[in-house]
Each structure stands twice: as structure tokens, then as C-alpha cells.
């Protein structure tokens, strides 16, 4: 698969090639999931005929393999800093905690809420969780609250207002969120004085710099690395600045699109005492995009959404009970892959349907079940009230606790 993939990557990058990138994407992608058997997904006859359709499954197996695999590429537990936006279930959170993991960014009052609880259910009191989202108003108070009630953890929130330190509780540290170049949240690298303000009001309070490029999306491993490094300089740039007035015990870079480039990045290995950590989420449950863009992590699908073929109303079209709804839409065609049907596309869905072109292959009867894997698995898992968790022999049922948001403090 990995001599694939540099074949086509070379293909994409060669002059005058008139093949496009997201085609010759899609076709590596294809080829290391069409290996993907559906025996090693299908749940026993007895769930089925219980289990209404659209239904979220997680594979616990899975999810526990793509876990060990992310520390090995971190070298690790502690260079990992998870972003639990894409998991949100108490017992995949468990599942973390118990293979090691400590460092956690989050983006909502109920993740961090359900992870803080899970940590004290497990017997951790260390629990280090960043909530990565500009936190204004009473939503500030009440994470002070939820950090109160885990006195052993270290709580922190982002900022990027010299004048917003002292509106933020004491009892939280502060990151500086800097701009990578998305230009959605953080302070902009030309204004380091600012930087610098917010670290000095904070003090003993300084936990770090969180730096989210998730804007690196370049054609081929070499532009996006090459992209990633510039990025990674110049924060360093930054750090070496700053360093006269303040230390920088820590910087947090790197979702799932650019954390391998982070990581083989020599400098960040180097700067001790600093420590370096990415901040993948999605690689818990891996989806097909993570697979499109990069497909030398071989992680495994963990996360499904499990369908029903409600009709067939073409010779060359099936449709599935699996629309918007309950499997994202927001990032493009095709939203889903089928697991055991390679030659079914699917095409743009509607709220409550999924259709398929059958290119090639059998065309599903009606009834037939379906295995889909997300193109983009985290807004997926928020939709899901409830996941059927299947730990080899073992389906239970759990809520999808962290999902949503709060409405009234």
C-alpha cells in the first residue's frame, strides 16, 4: 500500500500530469479499504434483527489498535494531547486513559464534563485537559466549576486578549492561541508583544502556546510537510522571543491532518525543557478523509454507521436509510464509504437518504445492511444520541454523553 501510495503521489506530482490530486486520492484510499472485509465488521443476526437503522457502531478493538498505533508514532503517551471532540463517549475516553494517555484538548462543557468524570472513575486524579475553544461569558464560570470538582487536575483555556487574563478564573492556566495562517481564532505571529502581554499578566499561570494549523491540506505529503515546517520555524521564532520574558513550558501543536509533520520535525525534539505535543483527535476512529490525506498511518476504521438499503429505484441506484442526519455531509463527496461494496458511490444525501450509483459489482437487495465508514466521523458521532459499542463478543449500549452542548449555566 505504501509503494501505492508514493506511486501516486509522484504521479500527481509529476510535470504535465493531467491526473487531479483528489482522484488519485480517492483511488489509494479505495484500494487499501476495498481490502476491508464486512465479516470483520458484521454484527451476530441477533442484534440486527433488534437494531433500528441508521445506528452508530464503535469497534472498541479497533479503537484500542488505533490508539496503540498513534503512541507509536508519537514515541509516547505524553507527546499525545488527544482533541476528544471526535470521540465523546465516556468509554472510549476510558480507553485512553487506561493505555496511558493523560494530555487532552476539548471543545465544548460536555467534553470536558464527561472527561474529567471519567478520569475520576478510573482512579486519575492527574487529568490535564485544555479547553481549545474561546471560552466568553458564564461558560467560563462553569468550567471553573467542573475543574473545582477535580481538584487533582490541571484545567486550562485559550486566550489571545491581554485584557481577557483577568476575567478568566483563577483557578485555570492559560495557553496563548496563535494564528497559524487560518485566521480563525488566535493572535496574529507579527504581533509577538501581544504574545508576550498575555503571558506576562498571566504568570505562574503561563501554561504554553497552542498553535492548531489545521489549514495544511497541500496536494502531496511533500507540500503539506513542507507547508508545516515553515509554520513550526516560525513559531519557534516566536518561543525564542518570548523566552526573555517568559518560559514556555509548552507548545501544542497539530490535529490529524498535520501531526506527522510535527512530529518529524527535528527542532521540536530539541527544545527541552519545553515540551512539544500534536493534538490528534479523529485517529481514535480514523474516516475516510484522515485516509485521503493520509494514508501511511494504517489506521483502522473504528466508527461506523450502520444502514439499511431501503430501495432500488434504478437499475444502477440503491438508497439507504443513512442520510444527513446521521452521517455528515459538511466535507464533500462521497460522505461514506460502503464496507464489502467497493463499487458503490456514494452520492450527495438528503436528510433521511443516502443513495449510491452502483459503478460495478452486485447491487444490494433491499434490506441488505450496510456498513459505512464517514468521510469526516467527528460531526458524525455528535449526531448519534446513542453508539452500539461491540467489544468482540460484547454489544452494550451507550450514550453518546458528550455530545451537544449545554444550554443555560
Not at 489498535?65 to 476510558?94: C, F, M, Q, S
Not at 507548545?251 to 490528534?280: C, K, M, N, Q, W
Not at 456498513?371 to 446513542?386: F, K
Request: hydrophobic content about 40%.
Amino acid at each position: 500500500m505504501k509503494e501505492t501510495a508514493r506511486l501516486i503521489e509522484y504521479l500527481a506530482s509529476s510535470e504535465g500530469s493531467q491526473i487531479p490530486h483528489f482522484l488519485l486520492r480517492i483511488q489509494c484510499m479505495q484500494t487499501r479499504f476495498e481490502r476491508i472485509r464486512t465479516d470483520d465488521y458484521r454484527l451476530p443476526a441477533e442484534c440486527t434483527r433488534r437494531l433500528f437503522s441508521p445506528a452508530l457502531l464503535v469497534y472498541l478493538d479497533r479503537v484500542r489498535e488505533n490508539i496503540r498505533r498513534t503512541i507509536a508514532l508519537a514515541g509516547d503517551a505524553d507527546r499525545w494531547r488527544p482533541h476528544i471532540k471526535t470521540t465523546k463517549i465516556p468509554r472510549v475516553y476510558a480507553e485512553m486513559i487506561r493505555a496511558g494517555v493523560r494530555h487532552y484538548k476539548c471543545a465544548t462543557l460536555r467534553e470536558a464534563e464527561t472527561l474529567l468524570q471519567v478520569a475520576r472513575e478510573e482512579g486519575i486524579e492527574d487529568v490535564d485537559l485544555l479547553f481549545a475553544h474561546p471560552l466568553i461569558g458564564p461558560a467560563l464560570d462553569r468550567l471553573a466549576d467542573l475543574a473545582a470538582a477535580s481538584p487533582g487536575a490541571s484545567v486550562s483555556v485559550l486566550c489571545e486578549d491581554p485584557e481577557a487574563v483577568e476575567t478568566i478564573d483563577p483557578s485555570l492556566g492559560l495557553f496563548v492561541d496563535i494564528d497559524p495562517g487560518m485566521h480563525r481564532t488566535g493572535v496574529d505571529p507579527e504581533h509577538p508583544e501581544r504574545i508576550r502581554a498575555i503571558a506576562e499578566k498571566a504568570g505562574s499561570r503561563f501554561r504554553g502556546l497552542h498553535y492548531y494549523d489545521g489549514h495544511i491540506h497541500g496536494t502531496t505529503a511533500a507540500a503539506r510537510r513542507e507547508q508545516a515546517h515553515r509554520g513550526y520555524h516560525r513559531l519557534l521564532e516566536i518561543v525564542e522571543a518570548l523566552s526573555s520574558h517568559a518560559d514556555v513550558p509548552e507548545i501544542v501543536t497539530s490535529g490529524t491532518p498535520a501531526f506527522p509533520y510535527a512530529l518529524d520535525f527535528e527542532p521540536f525534539r530539541t527544545i527541552v525543557p519545553i515540551v512539544h505535543r500534536v493534538s490528534p483527535g479523529t485517529v481514535v476512529f480514523h474516516d475516510l478523509r484522515s485516509e485521503q490525506q493520509l494514508e501511511d498511518l494504517d489506521l483502522v476504521p473504528a466508527a461506523l454507521v450502520f444502514a439499511r438499503v431501503v430501495s432500488r429505484p434504478l437499475p444502477d441506484r440503491v438508497t439507504a436509510d443513512a442520510g444527513s442526519k446521521s452521517i455528515a455531509a459538511e466535507a464533500g463527496d462521497p460522505c461514506a464509504f460502503a464496507i464489502g461494496y467497493p463499487g458503490l458511490e456514494a452520492l450527495t444525501p438528503s436528510e433521511e437518504h443516502l443513495p449510491f450509483s452502483v459503478r460495478s459489482g452486485p447491487r444490494p437487495e433491499r434490506g441488505q445492511h450496510l456498513y459505512l465508514v464517514p468521510r469526516h466521523v467527528c460531526p458524525t458521532v455528535n449526531l448519534a444520541e446513542q453508539a452500539l459499542l461491540v467489544d468482540g463478543d460484547d454489544v452494550t449500549v451507550s450514550p453518546v454523553r458528550a455530545r451537544a452542548h449545554e444550554l443555560l449555566s
